[in-house]
Structures are given as C-alpha cells and as structure tokens.
T-cell receptor
C-alpha cells in the first residue's frame, strides 16, 4: 500500500485565492481526518469523516474552510478565500480495520505545506 | 474531557545515553495512549500505543512507554539514543476505545548530541 497520499506537497498562493488540498486514504480505512499544524497552535483537528460522512467539524476555523469526501478513496479540503493566517502544514490521516490492534491508530500523509502571501 | 501535557518542549541528550520524554494525561475514562514521532518535513508515524493491556508497551526503534494510572503518566523511554532519533515526539490520548477523536500534546523536540 502506498499509504495516505496528499497533494500538492507545497502550495504558494496569494491572499484571496482559492486553495484545494487533496487526500487519498489507505484503501479499506473508514475514518479520514484533516489536521492543521502550525508553530503557534501545534496540531489541530479540523474535521473527520466516517464512511464518507462528516462526523465532527467543530475544528474548522470558519466558513472559509470546507471539506468533502465524495467517496471512500478521495477527500478535499478547500479554503476560499485564503488568508495569510491560513499558512500551515495540512495533514490528512486515515484509520480503519477492526479490533483493538488497530484502535485509533492513524496513518498520516506527508502533508501539504501551504503559504499564503 | 481528555487532555495531555508534554512536560518538556525540548530535550537534548548525547548519543548512546538514555532518553526520557515525559507525558501526563487527563481522561474521564480508561484512556488509550499513544506516542507518535515526526521527522522533519514528514508526517507523523506511530511509535507505540497503550490500550488497557500490558502497562509496559514496547514500540518501534527500541522505544517503550509505561502506563502509570496512579501518576496519570505515560513517559517514553529508550535506553540508548541514536542520531536517527532526532525528531518531534507527540503524546496522544483517546478517552475511550472507539473514540476516534484524539487529543495531541504540543510535542517534544528531541535533539541528539554527537
């Protein structure tokens, strides 16, 4: 398995532009998470899905952020319009399977580093 | 509610000496606890996990952690540090089995001195 795949790895954009980050989870995993990492705030959970359904989006900072999971193998995180304070590394992670051995174990992608000028 | 506190933001040790990264947790239930490692410009990787089985948990790369309920601690240790251990380490808590919403600590940066 290729693991969790994120794209793009790096994105530089100007304030006001739309940004779309993409994630392909591990096949068979039924949970998908979007995290944001900054020096100031550390690792923050933005939203997570179970079986393609959003379960908790309380971490999404504001209406400029939206996330979708149209099928089990693809998710997007969109920021529109982007602002400089959105600059961060955005991680996608997935988990799944049955039993204690897999409980809560996340597999992370390599991250998408976003810079908003 | 669940929370986790990593007591040191930065730890430096010499190569070949023991490593101790400290973590205290708070949980309303019997928690699941994890340590993840993040190497520069990489995603996080699971080191080890505790899920109410043996209190001493062995992980990858020679790391282990001991769950101490009386002290609400889950410290990470390694007998002998290697240069490749230099990374950021995160202590993570889930307040119960099946709760997928994890709480991450603020991280401890481990530096290895040659």
């Amino acid at each position: 398995d290729a693991g969790v795949i994120q794209s793009p790895r790096h994105e530089v954009t100007e304030m006001g532009q739309e940004v779309t980050l993409r994630c392909k989870p591990i096949s068979g995993h039924d949970y998908l998470f979007w995290y944001r990492q900054t020096m100031m705030r550390g690792l923050e959970l933005l939203i997570y899905f179970n079986n393609n359904v959003p379960i908790d989006d309380s971490g999404m900072p504001e209406d400029r952020f939206s996330a979708k999971m149209p099928n089990a193998s693809f998710s997007t995180l969109k920021i529109q319009p982007s602002e400089p304070r959105d600059s961060a590394v955005y991680f996608c992670a997935s988990s799944g399977g049955q039993g204690v051995s897999r409980a809560n174990v996340l597999t992370f992608g390599a991250g998408s580093r976003l810079t908003v000028l | 509610a669940q929370s986790v506190t990593q007591l040191d933001s930065h730890v430096s040790v010499s190569e070949g000496t023991p490593v101790l990264l400290r973590c205290n947790y708070s949980s309303s239930y019997s928690p699941s606890l994890f340590w993840y490692v993040q190497h520069p410009n990489k995603g996080l990787q699971l080191l080890l996990k505790y899920t109410s089985a043996a209190t001493l948990v062995k992980g990858i790369n020679g790391f282990e952690a001991e769950f101490k309920k009386s002290e609400t601690s889950f410290h990470l240790t390694k007998p002998s540090a290697h240069m490749s251990d230099a990374a950021e380490y995160f202590c993570v808590v889930s307040d119960r089995f099946g709760n997928e919403k994890l709480t991450f600590g603020t991280g401890t940066r481990l530096t290895i001195i040659p």
